[in-house]
């Protein structure tokens, strides 16, 4: 006998943090959390000077998580929320 497991998670329906697309990137504040791998620090100040200068992008916010194994603490994420139009969590290596 053959037990497979099947890895996959089962889909969520978008939860109320899920928004509307934006119609632009000019004037508005986008966030960033880093996972704390290597490199992602220099991919998101590149990442940043070209949203501002190719899209109008108002601000950067950066947040580093602890290590890449935890989740960003809860207060982290409110502040993004509260400040950004939208958050990238990225990788890097």
């Known amino acids: 006998m053959v037990l497979l497991y099947d ?8 939860g109320p943090t899920a928004g509307a697309k934006l119609s ?17 620090d220099h ?3 590149d990442l940043a000077e070209l949203l501002v200068a190719k899209y ?7 947040r580093r998580k602890q290590s890449a194994s ?7 994420l409110a502040e993004l929320a509260d ?6 969590a ?4």
Do not use: H, M, Y
């Open 43 to 45: 991919l998101v100040d």
């Open 24 to 40: 632009t990137l000019a004037g508005k504040v986008v966030g960033f959390v880093d996972n704390a791998k290597p490199n992602f």
């Open 90 to 93: 990225g990788s890097g290596d």
């Open 56 to 62: 109008g992008v108002g601000r950067i916010v950066k």
């Open 7 to 14: 890895p996959t998670a089962p889909r969520r329906a978008p």
């Open 70 to 76: 935890v989740p960003a603490p809860a207060e982290v």
């Open 83 to 88: 400040e950004c139009d939208v958050v990238i």
